[in-house]
T-cell receptor
Framework: QKEVEQDPGPLSVPEGAIVSLNCTYSNSAFQYFMWYRQYSRKGPELLMYTYSSGNKEDGRFTAQVDKSSKYISLFIRDSQPSDSATYLCAMSGYSGGYQKVTFGTGTKLQVIP | DAGVTQSPTHLIKTRGQHVTLRCSPISGHKSVSWYQQVLGQGPQFIFQYYEKEERGRGNFPDRFSARQFPNYSSELNVNALLLGDSALYLC?????????????FGPGTRLTVL
């Protein structure tokens, strides 16, 4: 079983839709939770960073963490064609003497005008 | 401020050759991590350096090595290249150790092994 599971998609939605992206994890040592956006042939760009259960909002983006269920989500409101990208969840936890960041496989999102 | 920079952008090598990839972190950042991203997958952790010392190593063979210089820039070296080493190699920097600070990624070096 992978430490982090993420549906690879692709996910296709019309412009203006609410998008829900999800990851599950199995390692209870994960303490920090991130969402990155990666455009084709580019490096990942940090979108959201949380370290506790609950919701965190930034503009059209809301990150949700449920540590009891080992489940995190990213919601995108009023989705735009420019949101079309691959979204990676990432988690950080202490392992083998250092803090290791583990990524999901990424979900490819397409927002259709 | 300049972000994380990586060189070269693209690289084509043949099996058995050696490659050196370079990374300059954001000014003031002391930690550099290297990741390998195969097409269609998330980044896989290779190395983490903080204050010029190796803090962690992922599940990669000894053909992979790295170092961090006094100016906090870093090199990733891969010996005896295999076809399976073809990937996007990403460098990420953070102000302090990655457990306390978020990581910022460079654009990556795309390595093709023929």
């Amino acid at each position: 079983q992978k430490e982090v599971e993420q549906d690879p998609g692709p996910l296709s939605v019309p412009e203006g839709a609410i998008v829900s992206l999800n990851c599950t994890y199995s390692n209870s040592a994960f303490q920090y939770f991130m969402w990155y956006r990666q455009y084709s042939r580019k490096g990942p760009e940090l979108l959201m960073y949380t370290y506790s259960s609950g919701n965190k909002e930034d503009g059209r983006f809301t990150a949700q963490v449920d540590k009891s269920s080992k489940y995190i989500s990213l919601f995108i409101r009023d989705s735009q064609p420019s949101d079309s990208a691959t979204y990676l969840c990432a988690m950080s936890g202490y392992s083998g003497g250092y803090q290791k960041v583990t990524f999901g496989t990424g979900t490819k999102l397409q927002v259709i005008p | 401020d300049a972000g994380v920079t990586q060189s070269p952008t693209h690289l084509i090598k043949t099996r058995g050759q050696h490659v050196t990839l370079r990374c300059s972190p954001i000014s003031g950042h002391k930690s550099v991590s290297w990741y390998q991203q195969v097409l269609g997958q998330g980044p896989q952790f290779i190395f983490q350096y903080y204050e010029k010392e190796e803090r962690g190593r992922g599940n990669f063979p000894d053909r992979f090595s790295a170092r961090q210089f006094p100016n906090y820039s870093s090199e990733l070296n891969v010996n005896a290249l295999l076809l399976g080493d073809s990937a996007l190699y990403l460098c990420a920097s953070s102000l302090e150790s990655p457990d306390r600070d978020t990581q910022y990624f460079g654009p990556g070096t795309r390595l093709t092994v023929l």
